[in-house]
Structures are given as structure tokens and as C-alpha cells.
């Protein structure tokens, strides 16, 4: 009996190895990528594995893991002998991603429209109202949160996955320049505003409107981060 026993533990233990390590990969990829986008990890910054983990309280492997991930998502470089860094942000950069929202949160906005029921209006009213709040006490780091809330909302509205994960990565390569966008102070009323006309047109299931209004929205974007730059 007792060595019936132990064949059978032995599998279970070898099938929950994988679930643990595929967890805490995800933990340190998440807790990375924040960093990096609330610039905690500066552009240009280069990176060590063993002080990552440190940190993280979480082991090599994950970590390395997590950095693969990020090298793909184009939030972390590779420089050959020399280790890895944060991916500097340029112009030229900032500008390709900008046209790339263009294109493709313009066609989320349609859908969003088409596809919205009463349950997701009411999450995006509700996150246009927090971010109303966090502008008026110029809460940078809570408007970031909700800008980046209110956009997943928007992508997962279209009930599109692949253009969901597409987004996702251009919102994340963006988000770091929030900081630089809201260094202007009639920025934070801005995007309230522009968010609403969003909004506004996905409640009345306007494409056109809704189309309109996220273009608005990402061209003052640009606009003002030129400026700032």
C-alpha cells in the first residue's frame, strides 16, 4: 500500500511545478512592466537580473522570463556584451506609436459603438467620474491607472481579442510619457473632456461620433507631447 501511495503523490507534485513558475513568471513580468511604465525604471536605464530579483523577492528564472516578454513588447532592449536596458523613448518612436493608436483605436472606437451594452457603458461613466475626481486633485499617478483603465475598457468593448493585445502593447509603450503630457495644468480638464465625448458617443451607439472624438483625443495627445518635448 505504501508504495501504491507514493507513485501516485509523485505525479501530483511534478503537475503543480509548472503552474507555480508559470505564476510567479507572470508576477515579476507585471511588477517589471509597471515599473517601467510609471518610470520608476527610467528610459535608458540599464537593468541587472540578480538586482531584479532581489527586489522582486522572486527567483532568476521567472525573472528572465519576464524580461524575454518584455523585449518583445518593446518596453526592454538588448545591447550585445553589455546587458539590457529600459528602451529609450525618441521622437520618432512616440510618433510611429501615436499613428499606430490612430489607426487602430479609431476602428476600436467603432466597435465599441456597435457592440457596447448598458453594463459597459456604466464602467466607462463610472471611470470618466473617477478621472474627473483624480484631475481635480491633480493625482497624476491615479490618472494614469484610470487612463489606462478606461482604454482597456474600450478595447475589450470591441469583443475583439487580437485587437485587444495589440492595444495593450501601445498603450503600455505610451504610458510612460503620460508624466511628460500632464506637466501642463489645463492638460488633466483636457483629457476629462475628451474622454467624455468618447463616452458620449459609444452611449448613443454613434461610430461616427465615437470615431470622431478618440481621434481628437489621441491628436491632442501628440500635439501637446510635442510641445512638451
Known amino acids: 500500500m505504501t508504495e501504491t501511495t507514493d507513485k501516485s503523490e509523485?505525479?501530483?507534485?511534478r503537475a503543480k511545478a509548472p503552474a507555480v513558475t508559470g505564476s510567479l513568471r507572470e508576477?515579476?513580468?507585471?511588477?517589471?512592466?509597471?515599473?517601467?511604465?510609471?518610470?520608476?525604471?527610467?528610459?535608458?536605464?540599464v537593468l541587472n537580473e540578480a538586482a531584479l530579483s532581489a527586489a522582486l523577492d522572486i527567483g532568476r528564472t521567472p525573472v528572465h522570463q519576464a524580461i524575454d516578454r518584455l523585449v518583445t513588447d518593446g518596453l526592454i532592449d538588448v545591447m550585445p556584451r553589455k546587458g539590457i536596458m529600459v528602451k529609450p523613448v525618441t521622437l520618432d518612436e512616440i510618433l510611429n506609436?501615436?499613428?499606430?493608436r490612430l489607426v487602430n483605436e479609431s476602428y476600436c472606437a467603432r466597435r465599441a459603438a456597435a457592440h457596447a451594452d448598458a453594463s459597459d457603458v456604466a464602467r466607462l461613466l463610472a471611470n470618466l467620474e473617477a478621472t474627473w475626481v483624480a484631475a481635480k486633485?491633480?493625482?497624476i499617478d491615479k490618472m494614469m491607472l484610470l487612463d489606462r483603465q478606461f482604454h482597456g475598457y474600450l478595447s475589450g468593448?470591441?469583443?475583439?481579442?487580437?485587437?485587444?493585445?495589440?492595444?495593450?502593447n501601445l498603450h503600455d509603450r505610451s504610458a510612460r510619457l503620460w508624466f511628460i503630457s500632464l506637466r501642463a495644468n489645463e492638460q488633466h480638464v483636457r483629457?476629462?473632456?475628451?474622454?467624455?465625448a468618447i463616452?458620449?458617443?459609444?452611449?448613443?451607439?454613434?461610430?461616427?461620433?465615437?470615431?470622431?472624438?478618440?481621434?481628437k483625443h489621441i491628436e491632442a495627445f501628440r500635439e501637446n507631447l510635442t510641445l512638451q518635448l
Open 137 to 139: 486633485e491633480r493625482a
Open 157 to 168: 468593448i470591441s469583443r475583439n481579442d487580437i485587437l485587444v493585445d495589440i492595444l495593450g
Open 27 to 45: 508576477v515579476a513580468y507585471d511588477a517589471i512592466k509597471q515599473k517601467i511604465i510609471s518610470c520608476e525604471l527610467r528610459p535608458g536605464e
Open 199 to 215: 463616452v458620449e458617443g459609444i452611449r448613443q451607439y454613434d461610430p461616427d461620433a465615437a470615431e470622431k472624438a478618440i481621434r
Open 10 to 13: 509523485a505525479p501530483k507534485r
Open 97 to 100: 506609436i501615436i499613428e499606430a
Open 191 to 196: 483629457v476629462c473632456e475628451q474622454h467624455a
